[in-house]
């Protein structure tokens, strides 16, 4: 199992280079396809294996760890858990019909294919990564395609809209990096005398096995009681407390040097001494890392006030881009906060909750304005991702179960019904030319069945039950005012009044957009339109059930999630 | 004194071993004189000269390879021969030759043949004057291998002779190199005048006080508490000596000329602009490679010295009570023994602040002044003298790095190792171009990603290793730079930190855009493919597939294994194997232990002064004096 989670990792890159290499377009096109599909198996083939051993639910499974760079402790360490198994599954499937979606692309379509695929290597990197240098790593790689992606393949501010694209995510990766050294470095404080460590797991607290070189360069396996670490980053407790971890760090980096066996144990005393004192320590930091890593991800997210390089790249990039960047790297955004920032601070995420709910519910009206108020269709829905990615900042924030659970179910719902929109807008774009909504009108009697695909995918999107866009929404509400009984019910309620508001904003303006749209009299002008033809209908189609099922059985997600979820909830201190 | 012939024999012997430590630099010298020579067998042919450097710098290389891992200077005291230094040589040899390739397969024009000998001469004078830079130990060493490498690098700078540019630069450069070096040698008479001494480990003695304090620590001992005071405020007054401060200020900048840092960086875009690809290359990597390598031995220097002093002062207190105790207490030496226990090592904070606000100014300065360069030239010229400030900054951790400065060493090298395959690449492509279109504009990159896919995919790599793309080896440069900054102790080394990120944002927009003009725009005047010859294309690859190699963490450990820097007061350990053959340990291992017996010699002789200490203690004693050691000087850095 664990070689098929790293061959999926790295079957595209792979492909990606079969891709340049094939002898036609057609050649390439059908290579990253059946790399897709080969990558979903995989996928489903992990899946299968988590419901073969349902034993080690709240564990890590599949975890697979080499040592990297050991001068510096960075493992190749991956694996899966109930947070990233469904997006796993989302990309992989999704990626299918990206590639179906891009089949009408022409212009260099080998270099399409090969960065295309080069980037799903980067997305199911991020979620599979267990290292905090690897996510980096692949965090940042994957900026690098969808530049180009944008850059070449899409509209006439294209360029303006990759360099910004760029510079604003690798800003927030800047913030991510001072956030990681920030971990690594004071991690070895409570590692007791193991060295500094980048392992996800122990800096949430987890106990977890590494190797380290010993003196002779044989590498041992130690145990990091991953607790003490991760007690260094939350608030101190209520006693004074006596800084004399400074030894403690400094025998640590020179056990790191690897200056012998002897300086290991004797910091490996020092540190166990001070394993208790050293709670809270970086305190500040945990404070100031909290915020940084939140813009980080708030930029990928993307939320108010980080979101202003997504309508541009949204407008310009080309259709099958637009599907895989609402549909997973926004979620890349989401899943690290629920992977990174508020299990690893999750006091501090306690401290801050009202302000990051604020962001949330800012977000939620503030994006549902906008789009409320654009003419550009494609700009519309792009504004519509801003807002529901707002009840992924609130369901996280409030912290709750149901609050947790809506926030994942919203990304996963919001996967297939953005990037089904997406689709809708860009099949008329392709034909039309133009996405201006006072020009169109009246598509529902031209196609009436592409109507009908229309009318689920923005129904999903809007939130209407039965649909997957409901569920996310009324469990991150309801989640919301559960957070009453943790955090001041005034601003709770208030919050949760504002959120619950943002449905009826919704509702607005994908009603009025649908009605530009769908309704009204047929247009002469369609005549010259090829009709919807049966590949688009397929992804529709895909889409469409898929949107439906997960309306109706939620479950399919939580049963995956549960047990990860229910450790996760432990982590962040919250019972019940 | 009377010299008896045995022990003329041995001094003979002393000098034949130090000239054997010395055989890189000879062969290179060797093949300057054949490489003049031979031009009056055959003008015409442009091999034999090209031989004769390459078999010169080949020997030179397999010295330097076959090195024995131990650091110890020779010809008393003036040249350090140590791995770090023998690295770089390595580094900078493999380095020459590939640019004395680049420079042969680059299109020849009638002068060719004439020139080929001068320009290989000149080339190997400025490598043999670097290596010296690089092993530097001796205020005088460091005047004269800095001008043996400036010297030939002026003439190189010059050398497109028919080229106004070049002409330009060439006497910007001589201006600038000649101005730094009054600048550095009278810094160096007031740094004598202070000190006493050119040997530089004795200049950081007692910069630090070290005199003063053994002073002190004698006088204490024959009861001379009168005497002891007086040597103890000369020993506080040391180290803040303005004079000394000046001196050493006007010595850094002669240093911060040949590392192009901010302010004396001006004549860089210039020379880069107009001598010749393969000088540029070479100017842009190995000049600010053997300056940064130069530097870091200075703060090794200079931080040795502040352990001493505070090796000495750990001592002071037991001599104090000792004194009281067996002479007679009187109120002076109530006194001494107050000042005894009031004396704080000095910790040259000062310099290490001052480096590293070099650093901080040079990267981002370089990184502003490159947002606007339309010259592809001028555009590596800022990028490397930022480059040349991120390593500026790493090196400046190295005076508080005490025991963890493998780390601060070991972030250099590689910086150094992955910057000359990033750099050599990226100018390799631009000497492509060039030789196609005749300019080093940006735009005449448009559409190059259409026209010429490999070479805009190579020039992609080197690029966004340059900005530092995670999975190429200037992300990991990067990265153990700032591993190598936490060493720095309070705001300073976190300030470092968020200079070179933020710095590390800045350059992404000029690093693509010649991205940005190969791959987005629309080439509208139908420009041809651009086709490198093989010769180029193998050059590149190696480049790329070494920026991959190593971002993917290869060399990291390599790199850690040539970190030893001479350090004055360790014993010569001539073979590692041959330290610690007793044991089954790996070779590796016996660098570690070179480093233990020299601490362990250093705690012998604090506990008891009596004990020559001449025998190598056993493994396991070597050991535990190593922990012990550690953590004292650990604590000692922190002060």
Avoid at chain 1, 3 to 16: E, Q, S
Wanted: charged share 10%; glycine share 10%; aromatic share 12%.
């Amino acid at each position: 199992m664990t070689l098929i989670l790293n061959l999926m990792i790295f079957l595209p890159t792979f492909g990606a280079l079969a891709c340049l290499g094939a002898p036609t377009k057609d050649a390439a096109r059908k290579t990253a396809l059946g790399i897709c599909v080969a990558t979903f198996a995989m996928s489903l083939v992990l899946l299968s294996g988590f419901f073969g051993s349902e034993a080690n639910e709240a564990g890590v499974w599949f975890e697979y760890s080499a040592s990297w760079i050991s001068s510096i402790n960075v493992f190749y360490r991956t694996g899966m858990d109930g947070l990233s198994l469904p997006l796993v599954l989302l990309t992989t499937a999704l990626s299918i019909l990206v590639v179906l979606a891009s089949w009408s692309i022409e212009k260099n379509a080998k270099a399409f294919m090969a960065l295309y695929l080069f980037l799903l290597t980067g997305m199911l990197g991020v979620f599979l990564s267990l290292d905090m240098f690897l996510f980096y790593v692949f965090f940042e790689i994957s900026l690098l395609p969808m530049y180009f992606l944008i850059g070449v393949w899409g509209g006439p501010r294209k360029e303006y809209a990759a360099i910004k694209f760029f510079l604003y995510t690798l800003a927030g990766s800047i913030c991510l990096l001072i956030v990681m050294l920030g971990l690594f470095f004071y991690s070895g404080e409570g590692t007791g005398g193991n060295g500094n460590t980048w392992h996800m797991m122990a800096l949430q607290g987890k106990t977890v096995t590494e190797t380290r070189e010993d003196a002779n360069g044989v590498d041992q396996p130690v145990k990091i009681d991953g607790a003490n670490v991760a007690a260094l980053f939350q608030a101190p407790p209520e006693k004074p407390v006596t800084p004399e971890g400074g030894a403690a760090n400094g025998a640590g980096t020179g056990a790191n040097v690897g200056a012998g066996e002897a300086a290991t144990a004797g910091a490996n005393t020092a540190g166990e001494g001070e394993s208790d004192s050293s709670a809270g320590k970086y305190w500040g930091f945990a404070k100031a890392a909290f915020w940084l890593t939140l813009i980080a991800f708030m930029i990928k997210l993307p939320g108010v006030p980080f979101h202003t390089w997504l309508p541009d790249a949204h407008v310009e990039a080309p259709t099958p881009i637009s599907m895989v960047l609402a549909g997973v790297l926004l979620k890349m955004g989401g899943y690290a906060m629920m992977r990174i920032t508020w299990p690893i601070f999750p006091e501090a995420a306690q401290h801050f909750w009202a302000a990051v709910a604020f962001l949330g519910v800012l977000a939620i009206i503030y994006g549902a304005f906008c789009a409320m108020a654009q003419t550009d269709w494609k700009k519309l829905v792009a504004y519509s991702s801003v807002s529901h990615m707002g009840y992924v900042t609130l369901g996280i924030a409030v912290m709750t179960p149901a609050g947790w659970n809506g926030a994942y179910f919203q990304m996963i719902a919001h996967g297939i019904s953005s990037a089904m929109m997406f689709f809708m807008v860009g099949v008329l774009y392709e034909r039309a030319h133009h996405r201006d909504l006072n020009r169109l009108g009246g598509m529902w009697l031209r196609w009436p069945k592409y109507g009908a695909w229309s009318l689920i995918a923005f129904f999903a999107g809007m939130g209407l039950p039965g649909l997957c866009g409901f569920i996310g929404e009324i469990l991150v509400l309801l989640g919301t005012f559960e957070a009453a009984g943790s955090f001041d019910p005034a601003t709770v309620y208030t919050y949760g009044i504002f959120a619950a508001f943002g449905v009826v904003l919704t509702a607005g303006y994908i009603l009025w957009m649908f009605q530009r749209v769908y309704m009204g009299k047929d247009k002469s002008e369609y005549d010259s339109y090829a009709p919807v033809n049966k590949r688009e209908y397929a992804i529709m189609a895909v889409m469409g059930v898929a949107a439906i099922v997960f309306g109706i059985v939620p479950a399919l997600v939580f049963n995956i999630t549960d047990g990860t979820f229910g450790e996760l909830m432990k982590t962040l201190g919250v019972t019940g | 004194m009377d010299f008896s012939i045995a022990d003329k024999a041995e001094r003979w012997a002393g000098f034949w071993q130090d000239v054997g430590m010395l055989m890189p630099e000879i062969c290179l010298v060797i093949a300057m004189c054949a490489i003049v020579i031979v031009p009056f067998f055959n003008r015409k042919n442009v091999w034999l000269p090209v031989g004769a450097a390459i078999a010169g710098v080949v020997t030179a290389l397999i010295f330097t390879a076959t090195f024995k891992s131990s650091s110890n200077t020779v010809f008393h005291g003036m040249l350090a021969i140590d791995p770090f230094s023998q690295f770089f040589k390595f580094i900078l040899l493999i380095f020459t030759l590939l640019i004395i390739a680049q420079w042969t397969i680059a299109k020849s024009d009638k002068s060719k043949p004439v020139d080929t000998p001068d320009f290989l001469c000149l080339l190997l004078g400025a490598g043999f004057g670097m290596t010296l830079m690089a092993s530097a130990n001796n205020l005088l060493m460091i005047v004269v291998a800095t001008e043996a490498a400036s010297l030939p690098s002026f003439a190189l700078a010059g050398f497109r002779k028919y080229k106004k540019s070049g002409s330009e630069g060439a006497l910007k450069y001589v201006l600038f190199g000649s101005v730094a070096s009054a600048f550095m040698i009278y810094g160096m008479s007031l740094v004598y005048g202070v000190t006493g001494s050119l040997d530089l480990n004795a200049v950081a003695n007692a910069a630090a006080g070290v005199p003063h304090l053994i002073g002190a620590e004698s006088a204490m001992t024959v009861n001379n508490p009168a005497g002891a005071i007086e040597a103890l405020q000369l020993a506080n007054a040391a180290p803040t000596s303005p004079m000394l401060g000046i001196g050493l200020l006007l010595m850094f900048i002669g240093i911060a000329f040949k590392l192009s840092a901010a302010p004396v960086h001006f004549w860089c875009p210039d020379v880069f602009q107009g001598a010749p690809i393969a000088v540029t290359t070479f100017l842009s990597v190995a000049s600010k490679g053997a300056a940064v390598i130069l530097l870091v031995r200075i703060m090794v220097v200079f931080a040795v010295g502040a352990e001493e002093a505070a090796r000495l002062a750990s001592g002071f207190a037991a001599i104090a009570a000792n004194a009281i105790n067996t002479g007679a207490a009187s109120e002076t030496f109530e006194q001494a023994k107050a000042m005894f226990a009031s004396y704080s090592a000095p910790t040259f904070t000062g310099m290490a602040v001052g480096i590293g606000i070099l650093g901080a100014v040079t990267a981002t300065w370089g990184n502003l002044v490159a947002f606007h360069q339309n010259n592809l030239k001028r555009l590596l010229a800022y990028s490397s003298i930022a480059h040349s400030g991120y390593m500026i900054m790493g090196a400046s951790a190295m005076i508080f790095a005490g025991s963890t400065g493998q780390e601060v060493a070991a972030a250099v090298l590689f910086y150094l190792l992955v910057y000359v395959f990033m750099n050599l690449g990226a100018f390799t492509v631009v000497a492509i171009v060039a030789e196609r279109t005749g300019t080093e504009e940006i735009d005449e990159l448009t559409g190059l990603g259409g026209r010429s896919p490999g070479l805009a995919l190579l020039l992609g790599i080197f690029l966004l290793s340059l900005f530092g793309m995670p999975g190429l080896g200037g992300f990991l440069g990067k990265i153990f730079i700032l591993k190598a900054l936490v060493a720095v102790p309070g705001g300073g080394g976190y300030a470092l930190m968020a200079v070179l990120l933020i710095n590390t944002l800045i350059s992404l927009y000029y690093y693509m855009r010649p991205v940005y003009a190969m791959v987005f725009k629309q080439d509208t005047q139908e420009r041809g493919p651009i086709i490198m010859g093989d010769a180029a294309r193998v050059v590149l690859s190696v480049c790329a597939i070494m920026l991959v190699w190593t971002g993917l963490g290869g060399a990291s450990t390599l790199t850690r294994d040539f970190t030893t820097i001479y350090r004055p007061g360790q014993p010569i350990v001539e073979d590692p194997g041959s330290a610690s053959n007793s044991q089954d340990n790996d070779a590796q291992e016996g660098k570690t232990i070179v480093h233990t017996i020299g601490n362990a010699k250093q705690q012998v002789l604090l506990i008891d002064s009596n004990n020559s200490a001449t025998k190598t203690p056993d493994t396991k004693d070597v050991n535990n004096a190593n922990n012990a050691d550690n953590t004292t000087l650990k604590s000692v850095s922190l002060r």
